[in-house]
């Protein structure tokens, strides 16, 4: 009961109340020791995650935007100065450090006409393609899974698509950079999902329409881990994603530009 635990803690019964109740954030210290007196240390790491970041777990886009995407784009720099392995998964359009600049405005204009915010496409563009420097300096590992949707979904016109498609051909060249495409009839491990970018074991980034979820707890990050693993399995690399790349390229080449 709520007033043996408290009796068990040396906390007024008030306090129990108020945290169960959700009327008090527990400190980092009340977290051990519930989780102490409640014989569950396995969950301390969890939970301190969550109350270190509570107020960024769900950051809506409207929040983020409100000045315009550019300062969504400048917070991305130091997690990724930071991180030496990166897990990519998007299962509808390229990831926006392989971008190039045309097609990443292309992108960007849709989120000014969407959350209708101030149009600062030319810096928001600026600034994730500042990104891209990350690619070649250090020694961090880029493992990106896309889905073949990611080829086709239409950012700009056939044009603005085959120098991404081009782009992409370049950059699968790239060392430490491994590139896997899951083909559209390929045996699927576990359902897409949304796209979700990983910086190490420590956080998971996850995009929805309406806003951002950012994951730190272990027991959480280790499901996104599993799930990539799962994805991977999915997915070709090498000469056959060159061949996918292709006969994107071909798809646009038949289209008309106007």
């Avoid at 990519?88 to 450090?97: M, N, R, S």
């Amino acid at each position: 009961s709520g007033r043996a635990f408290a009796v068990a803690t040396g906390w007024q019964e008030s306090k129990v109340s108020r945290i169960e109740n959700g009327k008090q954030n527990a400190s980092e210290g009340d977290i051990r020791v519930w989780c102490t007196k409640t014989n569950k240390p396995e969950q301390v790491d969890d939970l301190i995650a969550t109350v270190r970041h509570i107020d960024e777990l769900w950051l809506e886009w409207r929040r983020q935007f409100q000045g315009g995407a550019e300062k969504r784009q400048s917070k991305a720099i130091p997690v990724y100065a930071k991180t030496k392995v990166f897990r990519i998964w998007h299962p509808t359009l390229v990831w926006g450090t392989l971008q190039t600049s045309e097609y990443a405005a292309a992108t960007f204009r849709q989120v000014v006409d969407f959350f209708d915010i101030p149009d600062d496409t030319e810096a928001a563009t600026a600034k994730r393609l500042e990104r891209q420097q990350y690619l070649y300096r250090g020694d961090r590992i880029f493992n990106v899974l896309l889905a073949e949707q990611a080829l086709y979904t239409n950012f700009g016109g056939p044009e603005v698509m085959k120098g991404q498609l081009d782009r992409l051909l370049a950059v699968m060249r790239l060392a430490r950079l491994s590139l896997g495409i899951i083909p559209r009839s390929a045996p699927i491990h576990i359902w897409p999902g949304n796209s979700f970018s990983m910086f190490d074991d420590k956080l998971v980034l996850v995009e929805t329409y309406s806003a951002e979820f950012s994951i730190t707890q272990p027991r959480e990050i280790e499901l996104y881990t599993k799930a990539f693993a799962l994805l991977k399995q999915s997915a070709v690399y090498g000469t056959a994603v060159r061949d996918l790349i292709f006969a994107a390229i071909q798809h646009f080449d038949q289209m008309p530009t106007d």
